[in-house]
């Protein structure tokens, strides 16, 4: 499977943004889809993930309450809505896709080339 994320910018400190990560190549609905994001200099850290059918989602601790992923496979896309936006959350922005689901980035097979996000304060 192909994956293309979009979406990024940048923006002010408290605004919002929702970034697409969209599929090609294989029927989409078998892959679970995760979301991260990695700042220069630092890992790959797990943001967000959901299920096939999108009916279990999985938030890292840091993005809890302001970051929603959605996803519509009728499009072939995964979205990350991103609220309340913090100078933190700067980051480049990776989709990942796989048969099994997981937080840690070596439990996805498939990336995508990243949307950079920036916060200004």
């Known amino acids: 499977v192909q994956l293309q994320a979009s979406g990024g910018g940048l923006v002010q400190a408290g605004d919002s943004l929702r970034l697409s990560c969209v599929a090609s190549?294989?029927?989409?609905?078998?892959?679970?889809v995760g979301w991260f994001h990695q700042a220069p200099g630092k890992e790959r850290e797990f943001v967000a993930a959901?299920?096939?059918?999108?009916?279990?989602?999985y938030y890292g601790d840091s993005i809890k309450g302001r970051f929603t992923i959605s996803r519509d496979n009728a499009k072939n896309t995964v979205y990350l809505q991103m609220n309340s936006l913090k100078p933190e959350d700067t980051a480049v922005y990776y989709c990942?896709?796989?048969?099994?689901?997981?937080?840690?980035?070596?439990?996805?097979?498939?990336w995508g080339q990243g949307t950079q996000v920036t916060v200004s304060s």
């Open positions: 959901i299920s096939r059918s999108g009916g279990s989602k």
């Open positions: 990942a896709a796989d048969l099994r689901s997981g937080t840690s980035p070596d439990e996805y097979a498939y």
């Open positions: 190549g294989r029927t989409f609905s078998y892959y679970n």
